[in-house]
């Protein structure tokens, strides 16, 4: 079976700041996919960024910066300089090769950005 | 803007009630999906479509009911709902793996249920 820990329920940072989001992940499969997605106060969620458990290559997208590691099994998030629009639920999730596309969410972590 | 599309936004309804949600896409994704989230928590996956037929089906009441009339639409009937159904139920598309591997799913912005 597979699992997926966020340990922080709710991170509260002021503008500007960075905040690093933990994801722990468990599953015995070998080919496996890892994913951020965002769900903002409308209720969509947004997909950041997919993983294969083959590319341990960390990954940068403008603010946004990913950072995989197996021997962990840790693929952890962090925004750079958070600004409001960044305030959100922010969901990692596992998905393995044999179950197709059946997504194991976190639990989230909800981050508040003040002004 | 979302690329899947879903309505009504927000639906009230009593439990002897009949209604249904629907969902759309035009991605040209053949794998779709419902999920139900409650406050706080994360989404439940409740049904998957692959090229319009049911995969998988995670042991939803059968006052649920997924209907996949095509490669674009979705739909979820509902009746004889009871007050803890109220969530918001969300919808996603994606490829169907294992088209390059698990692909990401796209979601749409969901609908808001409630139960009297």
């Known amino acids: 079976a597979q699992k997926v820990t966020q340990a922080q329920t709710e991170i509260s940072v002021v503008e500007k700041e960075d905040v690093t989001l933990d994801c722990v992940y468990e599953t015995r499969d070998t080919t496996y996919y890892l994913f951020w997605y965002k769900q903002p106060p409308s209720g969509e969620l947004v997909f950041l960024i997919r993983?294969?458990?083959?590319?341990?290559q960390n990954e940068i997208s403008g603010r946004y910066s990913w950072n995989f590691q197996k021997s962990t099994s840790s693929f952890n998030f962090t925004i750079t300089a958070s600004q409001v629009v960044d305030s959100a639920v922010y969901f990692c999730a596992l998905s393995v090769g044999a179950a197709g596309n059946k997504l194991t969410f976190g639990g989230g972590t909800r981050v508040l950005v003040k002004p | 803007d979302t690329e899947v599309t879903q309505t009504p936004k927000h639906l009230v309804m009593g439990m002897t009630n009949k209604k249904s949600l629907k969902c759309e896409q035009h991605?040209?994704?053949?794998?779709m999906y419902w999920y139900k989230q409650k406050a706080k928590k994360p989404p439940e996956l409740m049904f998957v479509y692959s090229y319009e037929k049911l995969s998988i089906n995670e042991s939803v009441p059968s006052r649920f009911s997924p209907e996949c009339p095509n490669s674009s639409l979705l739909n979820l009937h509902l009746h004889a709902l009871q007050p803890e159904d109220s969530a918001l139920y969300l919808c996603?598309?994606?490829?169907?793996?294992?088209?390059?591997?698990?692909?990401?799913?796209?979601f749409g912005d969901g609908t808001r249920l409630s139960i009297l």
């Open positions: 993983r294969n458990s083959f590319d341990e």
């Open positions: 996603a598309s994606s490829q169907v793996p294992p088209l390059g591997g698990n692909q990401p799913q796209h």
């Open positions: 991605m040209g994704h053949r794998a």
